[in-house]
């Protein structure tokens, strides 16, 4: 009777920290770009037994000498069941260009329309929001923009553990080179903590680096 006793209560401690590990947290970036501050980017979670839903925002605004040169706003909704992803449904303000994706999981086949055009694949798709670590859990995957729907295929490093914001935290570090629809290339550093949560992010756009910093350890922004 003890052996059962302590039997069950591994079981239930086992599953208890199974779903804290895979519940992801809420998180707020400080974006920068050349060390200034330019927007942010946020990720809001729902979840109950049978589904994460995922609420995502984006704003950057460039000035230069007080004038807007670049402007960019993305609103994206996912819902996730089982580990899979369910629906998307994203709009993007690109500089004055109108894009968008939605996306329906009817029964494993991917039913997508986007800016891009409209296609269906029975293959597992994963979008460019980046905030689930099994997008670098392999040496290439292919990924959904979440823009337009076109699909940016990804080669994947990983460069280490490292710690980062002072030392406060520990993580893994990956890099994804890829290649947009249009051609343009997407060059990405990005780290997750050992929760698997992401952490942090730097890519170049035009030849500059835009910078992710989680506001709970950047330093040089208030909370």
């Known amino acids: 009777?003890?052996?059962?006793y302590l039997f069950l209560l591994s079981v239930i401690y086992c599953d208890a920290f199974s779903k804290q590990s895979f519940e992801p947290r809420d998180i707020y970036f400080n974006v920068y770009r050349n060390d200034s501050p330019i927007g942010y980017?946020?990720?809001?979670?729902f979840t109950n037994e049978k589904e994460i839903v995922a609420n995502i925002e984006i704003k950057f605004e460039v000035t230069?000498?007080?004038?807007?040169?670049y402007d960019y706003f993305h609103k994206n909704i996912e819902t996730w069941q089982n580990g899979e992803l369910s629906k998307l449904d994203s709009k993007t303000d690109k500089n004055g260009d109108s894009l968008f994706c939605t996306l329906q999981n009817q029964g494993g086949t991917y039913k997508v329309i986007?800016?891009?055009?409209?296609?269906?694949s029975d293959s597992y798709l994963i979008p460019t929001s980046y905030w689930r670590m099994e997008l670098v859990e392999s040496n290439h995957k292919s990924t959904l923009n979440t823009q337009d729907c076109s699909v940016i295929d990804f080669k994947i490093s990983f460069l280490g553990e490292e710690k980062i914001y002072n030392n406060k935290l520990n993580t893994k570090h990956y890099k994804l080179v890829g290649k947009e629809q249009t051609g343009e290339d997407v060059i990405i550093d990005i780290w997750y903590d050992n929760n698997?949560?992401?952490?942090?992010?730097i890519f170049i756009k035009d030849g500059t680096e835009i910078e992710y910093k989680d506001k709970n350890f950047d330093v040089n922004h208030d909370q």
């Open 41 to 45: 980017h946020k990720l809001n979670f």
């Open 64 to 69: 230069f000498l007080g004038f807007v040169v």
């Open 1 to 4: 009777m003890k052996f059962l």
């Open 196 to 201: 698997k949560n992401w952490a942090k992010m």
């Open 114 to 120: 986007g800016s891009s055009g409209e296609k269906s």
